[in-house]
């Protein structure tokens, strides 16, 4: 399995989304004067929350309202909202300030569609397929961990200067754009089904990889011009980059069990919770927390936690998964 896994590994890092992420940092390196106009990287991160909120909506209506699904759906909902929690603590203990923490936190609750996309492959192959409607969970995965460390930030935000306004906090936290953008689209996806889907198939396929494409490369080059004069990426920081993924995926596994998961359910969601967003999180931080350090975020989301659930989470998960189940 190890082995099938590091060729799947092999496969995804030389993903052309990947690689333009790689020729931002090493454009930045290289002091190129490479970058993209704020507004240019606002309507970038615009598109991208909305064709995945989009696609997770048709999803979620075409695979219906079954019992398994319903199942995933409530335990992968509230990982994603309360995973952010424990990883805000652990992030604030390595020492990151709030906000930095706050917006990490948040990609450690959302989750990574590559990293999906791989263990489809390792999991069908070890006798562990998930059921189709995983995809769907994916989507309603995206958004809640995205308000939950938004909610962490601004109270953070409350504490420090005073207080605001309860109606202030939950306008930040409902009302900014990603979250608009996110949910509202999820929501025209879930009503307009499979043929609004088709309509749109150009725009939230193709269309989607190339915009990716160039908002990962704008990405590499601020997270390499910002990590050329940090002093944030401390050993400690870095090691969270291992631990989270760690800990959602046992979260998942434990409490996947007890719900009763299909094998290949508890292993999809396992790599799921233990995943790291750098699509949807890193565009929605951005948006709504443009404070935040993305050079940790970012190195930690696509520079240890992608590789790492690629080569060794993946197996790791399907493994336990398998155990607990008794495959």
Do not use: W
């Not at 690689?19 to 704020?38: E, H, Q």
């Not at 009503?191 to 889907?197: D, H, I, R």
């Not at 999180?281 to 050079?295: Q, R, T, V």
């Not at 989470?313 to 493994?319: D, E, K, R, S, V």
């Amino acid at each position: 399995m190890l082995g099938q896994t590091l060729t799947a590994a092999s496969s995804n890092l030389l993903q052309p989304a990947v690689l333009f992420f790689a020729l931002g940092m090493t454009a930045a390196f290289a002091r190129s004067d490479l970058a993209l106009s704020r507004d240019t990287a606002k309507t970038l991160s615009l598109i991208l929350m909305l064709c995945i909120g989009f696609k997770g909506g048709v999803e979620a209506r075409t695979h219906g309202l079954d019992a398994d699904f319903l199942k995933a759906a409530a335990l992968g909902v509230a990982l994603s909202a309360l995973m952010p929690l424990p990883a805000y603590l652990l992030l604030r203990r390595s020492g990151l300030n709030a906000v930095t923490a706050a917006a990490t936190a948040a990609h450690y609750g959302s989750v990574s569609v590559v990293t999906f996309a791989a263990a489809q492959a390792c999991l069908s192959e070890a006798g562990l397929t998930p059921g189709g409607y995983m995809s769907a969970v994916l989507a309603l995965m995206e958004t809640p961990a995205l308000l939950t460390s938004l909610a962490i930030a601004t109270l953070a935000d409350r504490k420090a200067n005073g207080g605001a306004p309860v109606a202030k906090l939950l306008q930040e936290v409902l009302l900014n754009a990603a979250s608009v953008v996110l949910i509202g689209s999820f929501l025209i996806g879930l009503l307009t089904g499979p043929s609004g889907g088709a309509r749109l198939a150009i725009f939230s396929g193709p269309v989607f990889q190339g915009v990716l494409c160039l908002f990962l490369l704008d990405l590499g080059v601020k997270a390499g011009r910002q990590l050329t004069s940090a002093r944030t990426l401390t050993v400690p920081v870095v090691a969270m980059g291992l631990l989270l993924p760690l800990l959602g995926a046992a979260t998942a596994l434990v409490l996947g069990h007890l719900l009763g998961l299909a094998p290949g359910d508890l292993a999809m969601l396992a790599v799921l919770a233990g995943s790291a967003s750098y699509i949807a999180a890193p565009a929605a931080m951005g948006l709504a927390l443009p404070k935040a350090d993305a050079g940790v975020y970012l190195t930690l989301a696509l520079g240890v936690t992608f590789p790492f659930n690629l080569t060794i989470g993946i197996p790791l998960y399907a493994l336990v998964a398998g155990q607990l189940t008794g495959l």
